[in-house]
């Protein structure tokens, strides 16, 4: 087992429902600690740039306008085998297929305002925090 770190967003459909403090009790009830978090209001290009990896997928320009459409809570998870461990958590992009208990499954309105991004890989996990948050930022 070894401690990991990934990024997490808590997107605007969950911020426009006051939801953030409930979806922070699921990370906490499942032993991530939240070692950075804060609120902000993602410009175009700084969603565009977070989610490039998905821009010649159908559903990005709608991506974009969604996490633009409101505040974010961006913040920075750790603990064992973080990535996976909040994978598990968020339950399935999907929240019709998502598992009882996900964040998704109890509180994702639709696959696209679907509440949580969390990091899918150690890799893309040290990329996303580093476009978040600096080093003196992250109190582990
Ligand atoms: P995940 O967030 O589970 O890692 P993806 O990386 O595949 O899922 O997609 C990124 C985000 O794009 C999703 O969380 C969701 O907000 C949106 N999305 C994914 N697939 C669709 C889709 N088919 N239609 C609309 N939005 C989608
Ligand atoms: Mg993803």
Known sequence: MTVERTLSILKPDATRRNLTGKINAKFEEAGLRIVAQKRLHLSEAQAGAFYAVHKERPFYK???????????????????NAVAKN????????????APGTIRKEFAES??????????????????????????????
């Open 87 to 98: 994978r598990e958590i968020m339950g399935a992009t999907n929240p019709a297929n998502a």
């Open 62 to 80: 709608d991506l974009v306008a969604f996490m633009t459409s409101g505040p974010v809570v961006v913040q920075v998870l750790e603990g064992e």
């Open 111 to 140: 696959i696209e305002a679907n509440s949580v991004h969390g990091s899918d890989s150690a890799e893309n996990a040290a990329t996303e925090v580093a476009f978040f948050f600096s080093g003196i930022e992250i109190v582990g």
